[in-house]
Each structure stands twice: as structure tokens, then as C-alpha cells.
């Protein structure tokens, strides 16, 4: 059963546009919900999270965005640039569970 | 700086032999997890640890053993390696115990890329 639904499986933006990446959870439980860049021949590493006790969070050009009430949860990069080229994964997990649920990532593509 | 490192970046190995993937992280963190990432599937929890000689099982533990005998190494085994067993292996560690702040981050190795023919 996929907890965390993300989407699209691949995007292609111009550079100087908005990257749009959504994910959606099922269990309400979750209340920790970062997301992970991964670059070509390397391991994820956490890009930016978020709590649900907040409806957005921006660090530099990277925000997420959340809807508690409609269990969902988005990355968006602005000016994306063409190193912002890899691959994002959401996740999230719950206090009290060590595990953390990914979903299925999205490779992203920047054109000059 | 934070440092997880899987010692055996790209491997071969035959169907029906013991595999062991190695990871050791150097920040004393409590929490080792072992993830499989597919194309299409994203990361997959096979086992992690919360202690020393402590284990559960993930989401797909089927054909794995794990062993952690010291708080900074954690290993993969494959008993008897199969064909659908080819794939990425993430090593990651995280701060904190069981029940612990959730929030923590998870580190990650660069991962093992493992052929079974």
C-alpha cells in the first residue's frame, strides 16, 4: 500500500520557471514531511521539511506548501536553475515511528 | 562534516550467493536503516535499527538479514541472492531512539549497486 502518492513521475521546466512537485498522505498520523534531492551516482540528502502545524515553509527558492484538510504536500522551486536537475523524493513519518515513507520521486529536468 | 559510507559501491554477484553489504556512519547515531530504490518505486525500508543488536523489520524484508553488532556499522545480508534482488541499496542513519523525535534527519550513504546474474 503507497502511504505517500507523488507526482508527476518526470518534469521538464525551462530555466527561470516554477518546478511543481505534489505529493498526498493517507495517514494522518504523519507530522513530519521533508523532501530529498538526489543527484545522479549519490544518496538523497534532505532539502527542506516541514511540520503540519504551519501551511508553508520557504528556504532561498525551495517552499513547500501543506493542506492539512486535504492531506497534501508540495515543492516548488522557483528560478529553477540547471542544477536543480535530480531527483526529489517526499516522504513522511509520525512521532514515535522511526520509519520513514517515501514516495515514488520525481526526476526533474532543467532546460536552458 | 556527517559521513555515511557504504564500503562497496558496485558489485556482480551470482544467484544463490551470500551477499553482504557493509555501512558505518560516523556521528553515534542510535537509528540504521537499510532502503531499496527502484525506478518507479522510490525507497523502500527493508530493515532498520534502533540499538546495538536491535532490528525490525521494514516494508520489504523478504530475502534479508540484517546485523548490527556496534552502534556505527549496520549490514545487509542477502542469504541467497536472486535475480529480482538487483537493485540500489541505501544505507542511512538518523539521531535518536525508539520514540524518539521524528523529525530528526536521516542521512544517507551514496548507495550500492548491486547486479545479481
Known amino acids: 500500500q503507497q502511504q505517500v502518492k507523488q507526482s508527476p513521475q518526470s518534469l521538464i521546466v525551462q530555466k527561470g520557471g516554477i518546478s511543481i512537485i505534489n505529493c498526498a498522505y493517507e495517514n494522518t498520523a504523519f507530522d513530519y514531511f521533508p523532501w530529498y534531492q538526489q543527484f545522479p551516482g549519490k544518496g538523497p540528502a534532505l532539502l527542506i521539511a516541514i511540520r503540519p502545524d504551519v501551511s508553508e515553509k520557504k528556504e532561498g527558492r525551495f517552499t513547500i506548501s501543506f493542506n492539512k484538510s486535504a492531506k497534501q504536500f508540495s515543492l516548488h522551486i522557483m528560478d529553477s536553475q540547471p542544477g536543480d536537475s535530480a531527483t526529489y523524493f517526499c516522504a513522511a513519518s509520525n512521532f514515535g515511528n522511526e520509519k520513514l515513507t517515501f514516495g515514488t520521486g520525481t526526476r526533474l529536468t532543467i532546460i536552458p | 562534516d556527517v559521513k555515511v559510507t557504504q564500503s562497496s559501491r558496485y558489485l556482480v554477484k551470482r544467484t544463490g550467493e551470500k551477499v553482504f553489504l557493509e555501512c558505518v556512519q560516523d556521528m553515534d547515531h542510535e537509528n540504521m536503516f537499510w532502503y531499496r530504490q527502484d525506478p518507479g518505486l522510490g525507497l523502500r525500508l527493508i530493515y532498520f535499527?534502533?540499538?546495538?543488536?536491535?532490528?525490525e523489520k521494514g516494508d520489504i524484508p523478504e530475502g534479508y538479514s540484517v546485523s548490527r553488532e556496534k552502534k556505527e556499522r549496520f549490514s545487509l545480508i542477502l542469504e541467497s541472492a536472486s535475480t529480482n534482488q538487483t537493485s540500489m541499496y541505501l544505507c542511512?542513519?538518523?539521531?535518536?531512539?525508539?520514540?524518539?523525535?521524528?523529525?530528526?534527519?536521516?542521512?544517507f550513504g551514496e548507495g550500492s549497486w548491486l547486479t545479481v546474474v
Open positions: 535499527s534502533y540499538d546495538v543488536k536491535m532490528k
Open positions: 542511512a542513519s538518523r539521531e535518536g531512539g525508539v520514540g524518539g523525535y521524528s523529525g530528526n534527519t536521516i542521512y
